[in-house]
Nanobody, 120 residues
Framework: QVQVVESGGGLVQAGGSLRLSCAASGSIFSINAMAWYRQAPGKQRELVAAISSGNTNYADSVKGRFTISRDNAQNTVYLQMNSLKPEDTAVYYC???????????????WGQGTQVTVSS
């Protein structure tokens, strides 16, 4: 019913930039929030950044370097990543909290992830 697709990952040198995109589509009534998570090898998945009703929050490790933004009309969220570090290397996942119709609780939908690799 809902598809979440990420794009924009890749290989970049330390200090470089990447922009991730995530689009949600399908039978969507509204999207309450969208967020980016990441999971590095051997580590737990962690919240990177989230946006809801214009409010944003970031993990301490990315504050001042990453910026999350959203295009509500396109059900799309972006993550601009600057000054990348090797420790940012991970699979980045997009999540959308979606309401399918009025009166139904929202549910979380996840993308398949996109690999970001930062070389030193």
């Amino acid at each position: 019913q809902v598809q979440v697709v990420e794009s924009g990952g890749g290989l970049v040198q330390a200090g470089g930039s990447l922009r991730l995109s995530c689009a949600a589509s399908g039978s969507i009534f509204s999207i309450n929030a969208m967020a980016w998570y990441r999971q590095a090898p051997g580590k737990q998945r962690e919240l990177v950044a989230a946006i809801s009703s214009g409010n944003t929050n970031y993990a301490d490790s990315v504050k001042g370097r990453f910026t999350i933004s959203r295009d509500n009309a396109q059900n799309t969220v972006y993550l601009q990543m600057n000054s990348l570090k090797p420790e940012d290397t991970a699979v980045y996942y997009c999540a959308a909290r979606v309401r399918l119709r009025v009166g139904v609780p929202s549910g979380d939908y996840w993308g398949q992830g996109t690999q970001v690799t930062v070389s030193s």
